[in-house]
């Protein structure tokens, strides 16, 4: 006769206990996909300035002065005219690492709320006043 009791004020702190956790869970799962879902807008408009980037610093190494470069101090950084691109804000620099090695960079950045960036490095290297990248992997996505 005890035992039916306990068992039967038993089952209404395990009711509330399973309402809590399914609660919980459906308030977490609801919390994730907003998550995920921002995520991915944010990836996308980050993916969509990509190319701008990547246009900028192909038309550095494009139009290389090496003149100008040889000039550059090691260790000093020159900001450099970038593309205009609608929409968009491009921004490159150049960086003199060593007595032949360069790091150019661009940035291009939307003007949309909330502001995303996009950062890409590449390693150059000037042999003979001509500059190409160099060898393995010269890209680098930077944050």
């Given at each position: 006769m005890r035992i039916r009791r306990a068992i039967r004020?038993?089952?209404l702190p395990m009711v509330l206990f399973a309402m809590t956790?399914?609660?919980?869970?459906?308030v977490g799962g609801a919390f994730v996909a907003?998550?995920?879902?921002?995520?991915?807008?944010?990836?996308?408009?980050?993916?969509m300035l990509q190319p701008a980037a990547e246009r900028s610093l192909v038309e550095l190494i494009a139009m290389w002065d090496s003149s100008a470069r040889s000039d550059q101090?090691?260790?000093?950084?020159m900001t450099l005219a970038s593309p205009a691109i609608s929409g968009l804000e491009v921004a490159?620099?150049?960086?003199r690492t060593s007595d032949r090695t360069y790091w150019l960079v661009a940035e291009a950045a939307s003007r949309?709320?909330?502001p995303v960036r996009r950062r890409i490095g590449v390693l150059v290297r000037v042999s003979g006043g001509v500059p190409a990248l160099v060898p393995?992997?010269?890209w680098s996505d930077l944050p």
């Amino acid at each position: 006769m005890r035992i039916r009791r306990a068992i039967r004020g038993a089952a209404l702190p395990m009711v509330l206990f399973a309402m809590t956790i399914a609660s919980a869970l459906a308030v977490g799962g609801a919390f994730v996909a907003r998550q995920l879902a921002a995520s991915a807008r944010f990836v996308q408009r980050g993916s969509m300035l990509q190319p701008a980037a990547e246009r900028s610093l192909v038309e550095l190494i494009a139009m290389w002065d090496s003149s100008a470069r040889s000039d550059q101090p090691i260790g000093s950084v020159m900001t450099l005219a970038s593309p205009a691109i609608s929409g968009l804000e491009v921004a490159s620099w150049v960086t003199r690492t060593s007595d032949r090695t360069y790091w150019l960079v661009a940035e291009a950045a939307s003007r949309e709320r909330p502001p995303v960036r996009r950062r890409i490095g590449v390693l150059v290297r000037v042999s003979g006043g001509v500059p190409a990248l160099v060898p393995l992997r010269a890209w680098s996505d930077l944050p």
